[in-house]
């Protein structure tokens, strides 16, 4: 795939989930949620309530990204961003990523926070890209390899 333009970002729905965790699953510094997390994740009644979103590639139909981030108290928590294989160095997470700002802005959140593993350099770079500043290091963080999360956030007011 090399045309990230030809895309439909939309609110995740019930029947991606499947996509979604084959997407993850091919990703080692994904978080792997069961189905449970991501119906949950879509369910407007939650607490905390989620911001879910998909990419779809308009010319296959192909599900190709997610983003999913969590609100409390008018700040979101970026939980989880996701690019198939298949489609990765084509912009498509500067593109997921624009579309969950602009949704958290709709909904007044002032400010997005993450984690990220501290060796994920594309991720690093492509929150950097985005403004996200570094506020901070948790030693040890991750399991399966033992890695440090460097913590960011970007103020969105």
């Given at each position: 795939m090399t045309d990230p333009i030809a895309?439909?970002?939309?609110?995740?729905?019930?029947e991606d989930i499947p996509r979604v965790m084959q997407i993850t699953e091919c990703q080692p510094e994904a978080p792997h949620w069961p189905v449970s997390a991501y119906e949950l994740a879509l369910n407007p009644n939650a607490a905390p309530r989620r911001v879910a979103l998909v990419a779809e590639h308009l010319a296959s139909r192909a599900l190709v990204g997610f983003v999913v981030a969590s609100l409390v108290a008018g700040e979101a928590e970026l939980e989880s961003i996701a690019v198939a294989a298949e489609a990765q160095r084509c912009g498509l997470g500067g593109q997921l990523l624009l579309k969950l700002l602009a949704a958290l802005?709709?909904?007044d959140v002032s400010r997005i926070?993450?984690?990220v593993r501290a060796s994920n350099h594309p991720a690093l770079a492509l929150y950097a890209r985005?403004?996200?500043?570094?506020?901070?290091?948790?030693?040890?963080?991750?399991a399966e390899p033992v890695e440090d999360a460097e913590l960011m956030c970007l103020d969105l007011g």
């Open positions: 895309l439909l970002i939309r609110p995740m729905q019930v802005k709709d909904l926070n993450l984690e985005h403004g996200f500043r570094e506020t901070g290091r948790r030693i040890g963080y991750y």
